[in-house]
């Protein structure tokens, strides 16, 4: 795929996130790791409305070098691709049963959503642990999420929303999809016992799909 063609698929990928409701106002953002960099989602823009010729481009250290300035948020992204190098994007939401689940004190916060769907478990893999809460800005942030990507191909940022990479763009949007919709079961199913993929079922789907 060329850099023209990825810029393109991005802000697609991302105006379907916005008109689906996974991303209001100009929250979320999006990277993805070209040969000589990465292409980011400017500071303040909608991902509604991106202009492909706009998005921020970003050397290999993550320093801008053409574009609209880069989101606030880079470091998350950074941090994820230097914790996890088969990561080709990164997708960052603050997606509202994700983001509802990050909120929630009395679940296990090494990995709130259990296996209850094979497609979480082939999207986001064995475990997705709750990194807790750092003022949006802190610097502190960056080494608590890389720490948690080192096993983690996705994570939720305590009251704020998750963070979800992926080997392609498209593997990333749809990890990100999967896992709002996991969220959501999660939610609903709350206070019952719901059957849970067995370990030896989740084995079975990582040794195939994984
Ligand atoms: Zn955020």
Request: glycine letters at 6%.
């Amino acid at each position: 795929m060329t850099q023209a063609q990825t810029r393109t698929l991005l802000c697609e990928l991302a105006a379907s996130l916005f008109a689906r409701g996974f991303s209001v106002g100009s929250a979320g953002n999006i990277s993805v790791r070209l040969p000589d960099g990465y292409l980011m989602t400017p500071t303040n823009a909608s991902l509604g409305r991106l202009d492909p010729d706009r998005l921020s481009k970003l050397d290999g250290d993550f320093r801008p070098i053409s574009g609209d300035k880069p989101s606030k948020e880079v470091f998350l992204h950074r941090a994820f691709y230097r914790a996890r190098p088969e990561a080709g994007a990164v997708v960052h939401l603050h997606s509202t049963q994700a983001t509802a689940v990050s909120c929630l004190p009395d679940v296990d916060h090494t990995n709130p959503i259990p296996p209850l769907t094979p497609y979480f478990v082939m999207r986001v893999g064995r475990r997705m642990p709750i990194v807790p809460y750092y003022r949006p800005g802190d610097a502190a942030m960056e080494p608590a999420v890389y720490q948690a990507a080192l096993d983690a191909r996705a994570i939720l940022l305590a009251n704020h929303g998750p963070v979800v990479s992926g080997k392609t763009l498209t593997d990333a949007v749809y990890a990100a999809e999967e896992l709002e919709e996991a969220a959501k079961l999660f939610l609903m199913l709350r206070g019952s016992a719901p059957r849970l993929l067995t370990p030896s079922q989740v084995d079975d789907l990582l040794a195939t799909f994984g």
